[in-house]
């Protein structure tokens, strides 16, 4: 059972990837590339619109000089070309993460429930630390990377939990440790850096902030909804040895 549900999650997790990257390209891209032309302090250069893949932040725009329609059909393939491998293992690592979950919580991801999985999996490692650390285009100020790392971790444990104890318990008590746990983290605050100043406009950057925010929660609803689809159609509705033996 264990080796099926790695398969199923594995192309689970590369089907989202796959169906996800037209999304990334259209709704991030562009407003990445528009952002990286403001590093270095430099104001915006106008530069007539161009189609460009989702790599990592750090990726060269190509928007500052011409270049030829060869050249630029070039660099958008292959910065499409490495959007789509990153989304294909991001992708397996989402859909492997909710099995995990569902294993470890004794409950079926089916193809009813499959979507809501993953817009579980989408609000404890998404969105609840992008309430603290929105995500952050190139020239954007940002804190300390470590202090970062720590309180993104200890805000995904926490709403994890909170998020375990309102789905499986029902008593008063846990409804309070729920609250508790979702709360904590935020409360604490999230590191920010101290001088704030930016040259991107809060317009680019609030636009970004929602569509990574979308795109992240299509990605993590499709991984949770093609894992469904699958262990019920090819590994004979995979689920924990308890449940099938009730």
């Not at 990334?24 to 250069?45: R, S, V």
């Not at 609000?123 to 954007?140: D, I, K, N, R």
């Amino acid at each position: 059972m264990i080796v099926r549900t790695l398969l199923v999650a594995l192309v689970a997790g590369i089907l989202a990837g796959a169906a996800v990257t037209p999304l990334q390209h259209w709704k991030t891209t562009p407003l990445i590339l528009e952002a990286e032309t403001y590093e270095g302090g430099g104001g915006h250069h106008d530069h007539a619109p161009h189609e460009h893949s989702a790599l990592s932040l750090a990726s060269p725009a190509h928007a500052h000089a011409p270049a030829a329609a060869d050249g630029e059909a070039a660099g958008t393939a292959e910065r499409l070309a490495g959007s789509l491998l990153a989304n294909l293992v991001l992708g397996a690592g989402f859909a492997l993460l909710l099995s995990a979950a569902s294993l470890a919580a004794n409950r079926p991801i089916t193809a009813r429930n499959g979507a809501l999985w993953g817009l579980a999996g989408f609000a404890v490692l998404t969105l609840a630390p992008a309430l603290g650390l929105p995500p952050e285009l190139p020239a954007m100020p940002a804190a300390d990377l470590h202090a970062r790392q720590i309180w993104w971790l200890a805000t995904v444990l926490t709403t994890a939990g909170g998020a375990a104890l309102l789905a499986f318990r029902r008593e008063t008590a846990a409804r309070l440790g729920t609250v508790a746990l979702l709360l904590l983290p935020h409360l604490a605050g999230a590191p920010h850096p101290a001088d704030i100043g930016s040259p991107v406009p809060a317009t680019l950057a609030a636009e970004f902030v929602m569509a990574s925010l979308l795109v992240s929660a299509a990605f993590w609803a499709l991984a949770g909804l093609f894992t469904g689809l699958l262990a019920e159609r090819f590994a004979g509705h995979i689920r924990p040895a308890r449940l099938r033996a009730a």
